[in-house]
């Protein structure tokens, strides 16, 4: 029987200290963002944190897509700009405007809603 335990201990250590690593790796931050607005301009950041690929639509025209887990940058004369985030293969969505503001980033951090059919965006500046 301490036989047993101790394989079982040693299980789910392994699965522990990989759950924490993941959990680092996910919970990690991406304010470094290494882009610089042009002279005049500034930027959106599309910082994708779901599994979905996301269709980005600035000012009513398509854009890009932005992979999961991945981000994209958008420079644009400063105003307020329509931004519309659309599931590339499915129904989630989100819109609203957003401020670009000169020499700054406005980062749209997306992640999936409380409600399974909708995207909860993050809106600050960087």
């Not at 950041?45 to 991945?70: C, E, H, P």
């Amino acid at each position: 029987m301490l036989l047993f335990r101790t394989k079982h201990c040693g299980w789910a250590a392994r699965l522990a200290l990989g759950m924490i690593l993941m959990l680092g790796l996910c919970a990690c931050d991406g304010d470094d963002w290494n882009h610089k607005p042009p002279a005049g301009m500034g930027s959106i950041i599309v910082d994708n944190r779901t599994i979905d690929g996301v269709n980005v639509y600035l000012d009513g025209y398509y854009t890009n897509r932005v992979s999961d887990f991945d981000h994209e940058v958008f420079d644009l004369a400063p105003a307020i700009h329509r931004v519309v985030l659309d599931e590339s293969h499915g129904s989630r969505a989100w819109r609203g405007d957003v401020d670009v503001l000169e020499g700054k980033l406005t980062v749209l951090e997306i992640h999936t809603g409380f409600y399974i059919s909708d995207y909860e965006v993050r809106i600050y500046f960087d």
